[in-house]
């Protein structure tokens, strides 16, 4: 079985541009969470996603956007990047919403703002 | 928010040594995780805690939830060099959206 699948692996922006990243998850599960990680640190939560609907919300700025789709794939938006947006995004995807039953990373993307 | 601190930062140590790692946190979290994190890929869930007071084993791997449930321990024993990562505590926020709340990291390295 496919894991958490993650697209693109890497890219490069330049600062005030508008990246979209992608997340597959896991068949089955319908919860999907984005986690940002800057070098040297523990992934931060952005988002968390069930159902597509909006189940939470780290202390991000309004720049980051994301939405889930009927598949339950999901998209994370970063609009007017920053050079401190640079970092590997990670998607996590569960069984469910409600009640943890233990997340599933993908390999991440590596974004870089230049 | 709350705030996971790991130590050590760092580790070198000979292969066949047991290694022991610890996570405090300023709140108190019902779940505790640790993952594992090799360069160019995401965490691994190593083992996962529920109940305060709790040690739990994984093959080499021991981890214990703290009675305060403001801390975790996680022991590797007979470390071999597959063991080389970025060792992450977790605690699991139930207030709202099941988040993660990832501690500062233990980068250990085994010197065969």
């Known amino acids: 079985d496919a894991g958490v699948t993650q697209s693109p692996t890497h890219l490069i922006k330049t600062r005030g541009q508008h990246v979209t990243l992608r997340c597959s998850p896991i068949s089955g599960h319908k919860s999907v969470s984005w986690y940002q990680q800057v070098l040297g640190q523990g992934p931060q939560f952005i988002f968390q996603y069930y159902e597509k609907e909006e189940r939470g919300r780290g202390n991000f700025p309004d720049r980051f956007s994301a939405r889930q789709f009927p598949n339950y794939s999901s998209e994370l938006n970063v609009n007017a990047l920053l050079l401190g947006d640079s970092a590997l995004y990670l998607c996590?995807?569960?069984?469910?919403?409600?009640?943890?039953?233990?997340?599933?990373f993908g390999s991440g993307t590596r974004l870089t703002v230049v | 928010g709350q705030q996971l601190n790991q130590s050590p930062q760092s580790m070198f140590i000979q292969e066949g040594e047991d290694v022991s790692m610890n996570c405090t946190s300023s709140s108190i979290f019902n779940t505790w995780l640790w993952y594992k994190q090799d360069p160019g890929e995401g965490p691994v869930l190593l083992i996962a805690l529920y109940k305060a007071g709790e040690l739990t084993s994984n093959g080499r791997l021991t981890a214990q939830f703290g009675i305060t449930r403001k801390d975790s321990f996680l022991n590797i024993s007979a470390s071999i060099p597959s063991d080389v990562g970025i060792y992450f505590c977790a605690g699991l926020d139930q207030t709202g959206a099941n988040n993660l709340f990832f501690g500062t990291g233990t980068r250990l390295t085994v010197i065969p």
């Open positions: 996590a995807s569960s069984p469910e919403g409600t009640l943890y039953s233990g997340y599933t």
